[in-house]
């Protein structure tokens, strides 16, 4: 479980950061980041990663286009990945659920909230 590798992606790097020591509060240690979706493609690709916990609305590339590239990727589309919201929007939280979204989260959010989330979704995958 601690060994799990996960990538932030959003484009305010205290969003980042605040996600990063929550997951490590929950125990989750390995965690790289990216400002947005070409950013996290390409960590994505290079890298070995288990879990993506990604911001919606970022610029260059938001949450649902890198959504949908992680899941038209072979080597990816296995990847879950939490989407994060500012504004918990009835067609966003569809978009996320038709795109292949494990899940989503709405900012802002508290360890509990996340590590629940994260928790659900590792047990529905078998992690």
């Known amino acids: ?4 590798r996960f990538l932030i992606v959003d ?4 969003m980042r950061r605040i996600v990063r020591n929550l997951l490590k509060e929950s125990g989750y240690t390995e965690a790289e980041e990216a400002e947005d979706g070409v950013a996290a493609l390409q960590k994505l690709r290079n890298g070995r990663f288990d879990f993506v916990v990604s911001d919606i609305n970022m610029p260059n590339m938001n949450g649902f286009e ?3 590239q992680i899941k038209q990727d072979e080597k990816l589309k296995h990847l879950p990945v939490l989407m994060v919201t500012a504004e918990a929007r009835k067609e966003d939280i569809v978009a996320a ?3 292949g979204a494990a899940g989503y989260i709405v900012k802002p959010f508290t360890k509990a909230t996340l590590e ?3 928790a659900h979704i590792l047990k529905k995958l078998g992690m």
């Open 66 to 68: 890198l959504l949908t």
């Open 11 to 14: 484009d305010f790097s205290t």
């Open 97 to 99: 659920a038709q795109g």
């Open 116 to 118: 629940e989330k994260v």
């Open 1 to 4: 479980m601690a060994d799990l």
